[in-house]
């Protein structure tokens, strides 16, 4: 069964960072891309960041751009996501995903972990 | 990046009546050379993390309900659910995979009338 659980989620300050951490197990991780998309309350989805399985292929969305880290440890079965500079309008529910292959849609989802950006 | 815009923003259907959603891409989601479209659907139950329902643009997942369809090709789409359940209540998404900076409609809300 495949399962993603995500964790590092709380509250902080403008300016402040996260590490968000997926563990994931039931399937072959490194065989696959990861992505972390986030829904801020009450809105929709978007996609932030993605990773190939090798790690070698990385992109983000414009809006986190040098200031969200994506990673993966595949010794480990773990997604990471560094989030720096954070500010308001990054708080969300960010879930991990896998991507059905590289770049693709998302065939299995986390649950969610909650950051929340306020002063 | 490609913009996805649904419509309507919500609807609300009779229960064993007809939903239909609507999803239009700013440009062609077609890659002409394996001829798939590359749009997909998630279905959002309140509460819970988005569930795949739809892959290119018509290929249901596997254990979704046969009651769930989809087609379109090019920049228009449709999810249709035939007869609407009670557990069909969520918000549905499109998304597109043509480039990897993948894009996600804004959603549809679906109650029951």
């Known amino acids: 069964e495949v399962q993603l659980l995500e964790s590092g989620g709380g509250s902080v300050q403008p300016g402040g960072s996260l590490r968000l951490s997926c563990a994931v197990s039931g399937f072959t991780f490194s065989n696959y891309g990861m992505s972390w998309v986030r829904q801020a309350p009450g809105k929709g989805l978007e996609w932030v960041s993605g990773i190939s399985g090798s790690g070698g292929s990385i992109d983000y969305v414009d809006s986190v751009k040098g200031r969200f880290t994506i990673s993966r440890d595949n010794s480990k079965n773990t997604l990471y996501l560094q989030m720096n500079s954070l500010r308001g309008e990054d708080t969300a529910v960010y879930y991990c995903?896998?991507?059905?292959?590289?770049?693709?849609?998302?065939?299995?989802w986390g649950q969610g972990s909650l950051v929340t950006v306020s002063s | 990046d490609i913009v996805m815009t649904q419509s309507p923003d919500s609807l609300a259907v009779s229960l064993g009546e007809r939903a239909t959603i609507n999803c239009k891409s700013s440009q062609s989601v077609f890659y002409s050379s394996n001829k798939k479209n590359y749009l997909a659907w998630y279905q959002q139950r309140p509460g819970q993390p988005p569930k795949l329902l739809i892959y290119w643009a018509s290929t249901r997942e596997s254990g979704v309900p046969d009651r769930f369809s989809a087609s379109g090709s090019g920049t228009d789409f449709t999810l249709t659910i035939s007869s609407l359940q009670a557990e069909d209540v969520a918000v549905y998404y499109c998304?597109?995979?043509?480039?990897?900076?993948?894009?996600f409609g804004q959603g549809t809300k679906v109650e029951i009338k």
């Open positions: 998304q597109q995979y043509y480039n990897p900076r993948r894009t």
């Open positions: 995903a896998k991507d059905w292959a590289v770049a693709a849609f998302f065939d299995y």
